[in-house]
């Protein structure tokens, strides 16, 4: 059975989205030290300096995060943004919000949202005060790109955490590249290096844009496609 305070300590580092675990390039699963999670978590601006402190410091992320009304940063894969969890204090269950999504690119969208109509999805108690989230839908699907929504209360109400304007970064981006040579059954090859790698009899030893272009030229008299 897994130390209660190490078990802690991984779910405190999943809250900082640091990774409690990866597969290593022959498959192989590795796990971080108990002092290279507490050394991350000290970075990021957790509280622990020893495996004692991790209660607390689950107790203040939790907090924290359940006093953000919104996610920082939230990613649309494909252009279909997931549901976004909204967490207000339950005292401001029956406000109205208005939405702005501006789209990069100067394209804005407004809609208005009323939170007792959004069905609760989970609770929280933190010092005597009550949280409650309820997923909110950003409506229809995003153009790539970097996108920013506003959230605000109407008729001039204080809406607990939302006293004054909220904003999240939306990022919509596509899981795959598109592959116009894959799609028409080819296979590609190319070279990756470092600029400073491509010598000539021209260039001072650093490596210059002229001999970049020289080699991608080369590349493509070989059949090839690429050059990063």
Not at 73 to 96: F, I, K, M
Not at 105 to 113: D, K, L, M
Not at 155 to 167: H, I
Not at 215 to 226: C, H, K, V
Request: charged share 25%; glycine share 8%.
């Amino acid at each position: 059975m897994a130390d209660p305070g190490l078990r802690d300590l991984r779910r405190l580092a999943r809250l900082y989205a640091i990774l409690t675990s990866y597969r290593d390039i022959e498959g192989r699963r590795c796990t971080p030290s108990q002092d290279a999670l507490l050394l991350t978590l000290r970075a990021l601006g957790a509280h622990v300096l020893r495996l004692a402190d991790v209660p607390d410091a689950l107790h203040a992320r939790r907090r924290e995060l359940w006093g953000r009304v919104l996610p920082l940063v939230t990613v649309a894969w494909d252009g279909q943004p997931e549901l976004l969890p909204l967490r207000l204090p339950a005292s401001a269950s029956g406000a109205r919000l208005g939405c702005r999504l501006a789209l990069e690119g100067a394209e804005a969208r407004s809609w208005e949202v009323k939170l007792d109509a959004i069905p609760l999805h989970r609770t929280a108690e933190f010092d005597g005060l009550h949280y409650v989230a309820r997923p909110i839908a950003i409506p229809g699907s995003l153009p790539p790109g970097y996108h920013r929504l506003t959230l605000e209360p109407l008729d001039g109400v204080a809406c607990g955490a939302v006293a004054r304007p909220v904003e999240m970064l939306l990022v919509s981006a596509p899981r795959r590249l598109h592959d116009p040579y894959a799609e028409a059954g080819r296979k590609v090859w190319g070279a990756f290096l470092p600029a400073y790698a491509v010598r000539s009899a021209r260039n001072w030893g650093c490596g210059d844009l002229t001999d970049v272009a020289e080699l991608g030229r080369w590349i493509a008299a070989q059949g090839g496609s690429l050059l990063a």
